[in-house]
Every structure is written in C-alpha cells, then in structure tokens.
C-alpha cells in the first residue's frame, strides 16, 4: 500500500470546499467503493463480522465515564425520549459500554421493539478507573451483566474499551478468548476493540481477532489518534481492506465543534467520502440533533 503524499495547503484548501475525502481517493482507497444510495439509515455491513446494521447509529456516552453521561444525567424522560426518536427514525444501532451507565436506558427505550431488527453494542472497561469497581471479572461475568442490564439473550457486538497500548492484544488475551467461546456459543455475535492510539489501532490491524473496530476519525485532529488524518486514514483503510468492520467515531472532535455547521457538513462529507468507514456514530443528546444529522447526511451522501 503506497503511503498519502499531499500538500498541506491544498488539503486545507480542500477542507473549507469540504472536499479533502478526494485528496485520498486515488491513492489510499482505490480498492474501496464509495458507491452508496443516499439514504443515511441505509443497511450496512460491518466488514466480515455478518452484522447488517444502519449507517448511522446512535452514541449513549456524551461526556461518559463512570458509569454516567450525558443522557444519565439530563431528564429521565428527555432521554429516554431521544433514544426512541432514533429508532422511530430508522436507527438501528445503539451503542453503549459499562462506563457510559446506559444500559437501563436504553433497555426501557427499545422495550418492545423486533430484537432481531436492533444492533446492540457494548464495550467492557478493562484498565484502572473508568468504572466505580477496581476488580475486572472476566468477560463472560462483564457481558452476563450486560444483557441482564439490557434484558436481552443475546448482544450483537461486544468490544474491549479504549485500548491504548501498542501490544494490547497480548494483555488482554485471556479476555479475548473468553469472549471468542462466548461467540461461538451465540451468546455475542461478534468481538473487537475501540482503540485510543495509532499504536493500539496498528495492534488491531494485525489481530484476526478484531471483528469490528471502533476508530476516532475526523479531518480536523481533534480528539483523533495522531492531529494529521493522514496517517489514520492509512490505517483505517487497511483495517476495512482487511475485512474487519470499521465504525468511525469523534466525527465532530468530541463535540469540540458541535456549533459549527460548515465543520460538520465538511466532516460528513470527508468520513463519507472515504469509502473505508463502514458506519458512523454520533453521540445525539436530544431528538432535534437526531434530525439535523440525517438531513445533514443525506446532503453530504448526495456530494461524495
């Protein structure tokens, strides 16, 4: 794979037409197909893993940690109110972890909801911190917690969370295998990780372990693995050529422009246009963001 060679200027240049997906088209994603309908809750396919689910998906874990976030601690009701939208939108995947705290929610908003039509997701913490408990019990304990939790036989992805280090696989490996038993017994679908380091994302590329991965990409640096898209795009398509299913998060740099409308439009745009980042997920605080987004996707699919 031949590495991006681009001029710094004009891939800023690019930004401000929304139009830096193209400066990597040729190069880095020549065997990826970008061809896609414009709907923005079209079904997708999560690399190799066999999970259908929609382009975009709802985050639970705005500002999260501890078992608490954002929609924890704004209304019951608000929250248990956008959650809903999503799906009554046509979202279909709902991603969670233990240090988000919002399982019981999102079990009492999708109660009686077809199982079968929802992607659930959740990510076990295993570093110090992050979660009120310092034990770590082994993953079938985690994940049996889990679907009581969320009153399911059965979770669709199940991801290590935040892993930084460059050899993560080899410290996490008993986890690993527990949770490969678990799905081969059907009780999880599929495995991976979301990384929090070119390192620990370079780690993953080589682990056929690694069904789905969760990535932090945006054109901008912000709150990304290295503050130049170049060599995470690099990565990013090598993991999706790979087969592994690849979910781009931190679309609007940890919400660090979550007011600036032409930064976001040119981040659609730019994650979209890639053609290597199977699905998006964006942490929606209330239904009105919810619809935003959608319209704002649809225009950007009609662009790239």
């Not at 930004?15 to 040729?26: E, K, M, P, V």
């Not at 992805?157 to 930084?164: G, I, K, R, S, Y």
């Not at 993560?168 to 690993?176: H, L, P, V």
Request: aromatic share 6%.
């Amino acid at each position: 794979m031949s590495s991006i060679n681009f001029d710094r200027r004009k891939f800023l240049a690019a930004l401000s037409l929304g139009t830096a997906h193209l400066l990597f088209g040729n190069v880095v994603l020549a065997s990826c197909s970008r061809a896609r309908s414009i709907d923005p809750l079209q079904l997708v396919t999560l690399g190799n893993s066999g999970i259908k689910t929609t382009l975009l998906g709802i985050g639970t874990g705005v500002h999260g940690g501890n078992r608490s976030s954002f929609l924890t601690r704004q209304d019951h009701k608000k929250s248990i109110a956008t959650i809903r939208h999503a799906y009554e939108r046509g979202i279909r995947f709902f991603d969670c972890a233990d240090t988000y705290g919002t399982h019981p929610l999102v079990k009492e908003a999708l109660s009686g909801m077809d199982r079968d039509k929802i992607t659930l997701g959740s990510k076990i913490w295993e570093r110090s911190g992050g979660i009120p408990e310092d034990e770590r019990p082994n993953a079938d304990i985690v994940v049996d917690r889990f679907r009581k939790e969320l009153d399911t036989e059965y979770l669709d992805l199940v991801q290590l969370h935040c892993m930084v280090d460059s050899k993560w696989t080899d410290g996490e490996k008993r986890q690993m295998d527990i949770m490969e038993n678990l799905k081969a017994k059907g009780i999880i679908r599929a495995h991976g990780v979301s990384v929090h380091s070119l390192d620990a994302m370079k780690d993953a590329l080589e682990s056929p372990w690694v069904d789905v991965i969760h990535v932090r990409i945006n054109p901008y640096g912000i709150a990304m693995d290295k503050p130049d898209p170049q060599e995470v795009v690099e990565v990013i398509n090598k993991l999706h050529e790979s087969g592994k299913g690849v979910i781009g998060m931190k679309l609007i740099g940890d919400g660090k422009y979550q007011n600036d409308s032409e930064k976001i439009d040119n981040a659609l745009r730019f994650v979209l246009g890639l053609g290597s980042v199977d699905m998006m997920i964006v942490g929606f605080e209330e239904r009105e963001q919810i619809d935003n987004y959608i319209s704002r996707m649809e225009n950007a699919l009609k662009e790239v």
